[in-house]
């Protein structure tokens, strides 16, 4: 069985450590758990490795967050994977920092990384696993949040919850995505 779960981010160092890169930083994290290399690849760096028998295909697309579909549809169909074995992992300025969601489907909610890959993999039903980063910004300045680096103490409480979506992933891989909603969201 093979899985394919897409980190989204955006490439280049000013960004390498911004609040919209979480999904990059979790999929960095896990690979590094695994002792895996990225190699740059058609529309994204890629990675992948074997838990209990399944094939987990890990990327962090090149195409920059607004154009994500490109490459998730690319390797949706290069890798021959379907739709119900896909997971996103994405930041969410619904939920507070570190809180973690897991949802079946849903919209895009704003977020044009998500639009994208609706657009370009035909619709909603994808598993997403969303990241908190709170919301801590005054009216009008949500880009420069989302874009803004991690304060000192965010920093400091990130490992945790990193930890945990990459638990998830797995869980995601292994038990499906009923059981894992049921374990995590609480």
């Not at 370009?120 to 803004?148: C, E, H, M, P």
């Not at 869980?171 to 995505?177: D, I, R």
Request: charged residues 25%; hydrophobic residues 40%.
């Amino acid at each position: 069985m093979k899985y394919l779960i897409v980190g989204l981010g955006n490439i280049g160092l000013e960004y390498e450590l911004t609040r919209h890169n979480v999904g990059f930083l979790i999929l960095d994290r896990l690979a590094d758990k695994e002792n895996l290399s990225w190699r740059s690849d058609r529309l994204a760096f890629t990675c992948f490795f074997q838990y209990k028998g399944r094939q987990i295909h890990l990327i962090k697309p090149t195409t920059y967050m607004n154009l994500s579909g490109k490459a998730v549809n690319y390797w949706m169909n290069s890798l021959k994977i379907p739709k119900e074995k896909v997971l996103v992992v994405v930041d969410d300025i619904a939920l507070p920092f570190g809180k973690l969601r897991l949802k079946a489907k849903g919209s895009s909610a704003g977020h044009n990384g998500l639009k994208n890959i609706e657009d370009l993999t035909g619709g909603q039903n994808y598993a997403r696993l969303r990241f908190g980063i709170g919301d801590d910004f005054s009216k009008g300045r949500q880009i420069d949040y989302v874009l803004g680096r991690w304060t000192p103490k965010e920093i400091e409480e990130l490992p945790g919850p990193m930890d945990q979506a990459g638990e998830m992933i797995t869980s995601f891989c292994t038990l499906g995505l009923e059981r894992t909603m049921n374990l995590f969201n609480r």
